[in-house]
């Protein structure tokens, strides 16, 4: 019998890993992401870059969890939608979700973006979701519900910047979650 690879296949061995960070505080963003890449239960590479800067000036930070090929297609996308939308990171993202949630080859792209300028955040997903956190924090990825909790409860302490929550909550992550490391990629706006 041959059996696609499915996550509903049991046989399945599929690609794991990543936890991006999204921090929020006052006048300051930052985005962080660790670097394991695992294949089931192989690490294939511990240095992987999730969080970039976009755009055309550079003024935007993104990250991605899931299927590399797909979260870099879907970067490529937002890009040529923030051309055509500049300094409009909302309808962008928008936009981008309109066509990956109509579009037969975009629907099937396994990934998930989360995306922030100076101003607001926004979590991307297949499902046409664009979502902006109340509270000024995004996690995503296997150990994103674990850096999410260590932000949330880091964002209360006073006198810490978006830059430390994001590596402390990034490094509470890394000690609990086995898909996330220590080797941090963090940006700042």
Not at 59 to 86: M, Q, S, V
Not at 105 to 111: D, I, K, N, S, W
Request: aromatic letters at 6%; proline letters at 2%.
């Amino acid at each position: 019998m041959n059996m696609k690879n499915t996550h509903q296949n049991p046989d399945y061995v599929g690609w794991h890993g990543t936890t991006i960070l999204c921090v929020r505080r006052g006048d300051k963003v930052t985005m962080a992401g660790d670097g394991q890449v695992t294949l089931g239960q192989t690490i294939i590479k511990g240095n992987a870059r999730k969080v970039r800067r976009i755009g055309k000036d550079k003024n935007i930070l993104a990250g991605f969890a899931g299927a590399t090929a797909d979260a870099f297609t879907l970067l490529e996308r937002l890009e040529a939608k923030l051309a055509r939308y500049p300094n409009d990171l909302e309808t962008a993202c928008v936009e981008l979700a309109k066509d990956w949630r109509t579009d037969r080859y975009l629907r099937r792209l396994e990934a998930m973006m989360a995306v922030a300028d100076k101003d607001r955040s926004y979590t991307l997903t297949g499902n046409g979701d664009v979502l902006e956190p109340a509270d000024g924090i995004i996690a995503i990825g296997s150990g994103g519900n674990y850096a999410l909790s260590a932000a949330r409860a880091l964002i209360d302490i006073e006198g810490l910047s978006s830059e430390e929550i994001a590596r402390r909550a990034m490094k509470i992550a890394g000690d609990v979650c086995v898909y996330t490391n220590h080797a941090v990629t963090v940006e700042t706006l």
